[in-house]
Structures are given as C-alpha cells and as structure tokens.
C-alpha cells in the first residue's frame, strides 16, 4: 500500500538538461539571473511606494507587472537550480509541488498579459484624453483595474488545472523542464477533449484579447499624434509608448518561441530550455527598460544612488575627523 501511495504522488521531471561540465557555470548564470530579478524588481517597487513623486497610475501599475514578475521567477527558477546537480535519473516532484507549479507558471504568464493590457488603457487614456486623465485614472479606478487583472487570470488558471486535477493518472513521467498544464494531463489514460479544448479556447481568449487590445490601443494613439502638432505630446507619447511596446514584444517572443521551436523535432531539447524564456527573460529585462527609458524613474535611481554616495562621503569624513 506504501508503495503504491510512493507511485501515485511522485513524479519524475526532466528538468534542465545539462552536462555535468556545464553544471557550475550554468548554476550561477541561473542563480545571478534569479538574484538580479529579485533586486531590480522588488526595489523598483520599494522606490515607487517610498516615493511620493512617483504615486502616479502608470507608476503603480507598473509595481503590478514587477510583483508578477518576482512571484514568476520564484515558482520555476529555485527549483530549477535545485535540479542542476541531481542526476536526470533522481528528479522527482510530489504531485502536489507539480500542480502548484504549474498553477503558478500559467497564473505568472496569464497576468503578465492582462497587467500589460489595463497598462495600455492607462497610456491610451493619458494620450488620447490628456484633459480627462485625472478623472477617469483615479485611485479607485487603478484598484480596479489591477485587481480585475489578477481576478481574471487567477479564475482562467484555477479552472484549468482544476478539469486537470479530476483525471486519473496512469504515468509518472514528465519530459518538460518544468510542470505545466499540458505535463499534468499527460500523465492520464483518459479522454482530454475537455481539456484541449478548454486549454486552447482560454489561450485563444487571453492572447486574442491582448493582441486585439494592445493593437488598438496603438493605433488610436499613433492617430492622435499623427494629428496633432505638438511636438512635446509625439515626443512623450513615443517615449512612453515605446518602452510599454518593447516589454509586449518581449513577452510574445519568449511566449511564441518554446511554441514553435517544439514543433520542430530538430530543436525539441532546445524548445524544452526555451520554455523556460518567460519566467526568466521578462522579469529580467522588464525593470532595466523601464528604469532606463521612464525619465522620473531614471532620475529617481539616479537619485538614490547619489545620496547613497554623499552618505557614505559623510561618514567617512566624520570618521576622519574623530580619530584626528
């Protein structure tokens, strides 16, 4: 009975492939790229709340896509440098850890993408709309919309895990580098119409939606400013436009790149790496665009780092003139 209790929730997972000569260097490109993700972002977050200049819609939706990004990075990267040195042969995973990894992976990619989309409405309307922006991206309004980003992920994650949960499992493999949906309902011998269509038909609406929004967006704002003939307005718009456009097409790139790299059998072990790419690369670029593109943002970490600078100036001068 032991036994079979052992059977039914332990896993095996692939996990990264890699030679033990490129274990090392590969364990801390992983663990400096976890840390850098971590920093950038939660101290983005700090500087944004501890400053009141920066108390501003687009600032505070921004704190949503670096708090996504951290809690991303943190469900995949841990476990995937806990892996790095076991044996292919010694990796398992409770079946539990793997449905809330899963449930996290999908939930971190979910609202990646509708955090970016109430981001675009927010630059659609301080464009299009200048003189109304104050009252329509209220406090209340950016409330809202932030949790109605996070709501709506969270229902379309939690119902498809949940049609996943209810199969019967008859495998205990997973040849991914990570769980996932698709992994879990592998694992079963029963009838997965349900979930397939479920599965795409929720991808569809997600990824429709964004694209659908993101684009329209763009072009109403592209018309207003081919329209107008205010250089400041196009030069802020372009400025602002173009860092939000930048993270987008960074996201859909490590989004499509996993997709079509494993329908080609050439590179199905680089396509498993390649899934990896949206946990890791977004989180870590996000914060460096943002930080170098947004001017109050730049000027504020300009800012930080320079009093840093004379403190520590100060106090070595008082040092100094203690011992003297």
Not at 41 to 53: F, H, P, Q
């Amino acid at each position: 009975m032991e036994n079979e209790t052992f059977n039914a929730d332990i896993i095996f997972i692939e996990g990264l492939k890699v030679s033990p000569q490129s274990s090392i260097p590969a364990f801390v490109l992983l663990l400096f790229i976890y840390i850098f993700i971590m920093v950038s972002n939660i101290g983005l977050v700090i500087l944004i709340t501890m400053e009141r200049s920066l108390h501003e819609p687009m600032y505070l939706l921004l704190c949503n896509m670096s708090i996504n990004d951290v809690f991303g990075a943190t469900a995949i990267i841990p476990r995937l440098l806990s892996n790095v040195f076991t044996p292919i042969t010694d990796r398992y995973i409770h079946y539990i850890d793997c449905v809330v990894q899963a449930f996290a992976a999908h939930f971190h990619a979910g609202t990646s993408h509708t955090v970016l989309m109430i981001m675009a409405f927010d630059r659609y309307v301080a464009i299009c709309n200048p003189l109304r922006y104050a009252t329509i991206m209220t406090n209340k309004m950016v409330v809202k919309l932030s949790v109605g980003a996070w709501v709506a992920a969270f229902i379309s994650v939690a119902i498809l895990l949940g049609l996943t949960i209810r199969l019967t499992r008859c495998r205990r493999v997973i040849i991914n580098p990570l769980c996932d949906n698709a992994s879990l309902f592998k694992l079963s011998c029963q009838n997965l119409l349900i979930n397939h269509i479920y599965g795409l038909a929720s991808a569809v609406v997600i990824l429709g939606s964004s694209l659908g929004s993101v684009a329209l967006t763009y072009l109403k704002i592209a018309m207003v400013c081919l329209s107008s003939k205010n250089k400041m307005l196009n030069s802020r718009a372009l400025q602002t436009c173009a860092t939000h456009l930048a993270v987008y097409l960074i996201m859909l790139v490590s989004s499509f790149t996993p997709m079509i790299m494993h329908r080609n059998p050439q590179w199905a072990d680089s396509g498993k790496v390649a899934s990896v790419m949206f946990h890791v690369v977004p989180p870590a670029l996000n914060p460096i665009i943002y930080g170098l593109q947004c001017k109050e943002l730049r000027q504020r970490i300009v800012g930080v780092f320079r009093k840093n600078k004379v403190t520590d100036g100060k106090s070595s001068a008082n040092g100094q003139t203690f011992h003297k």
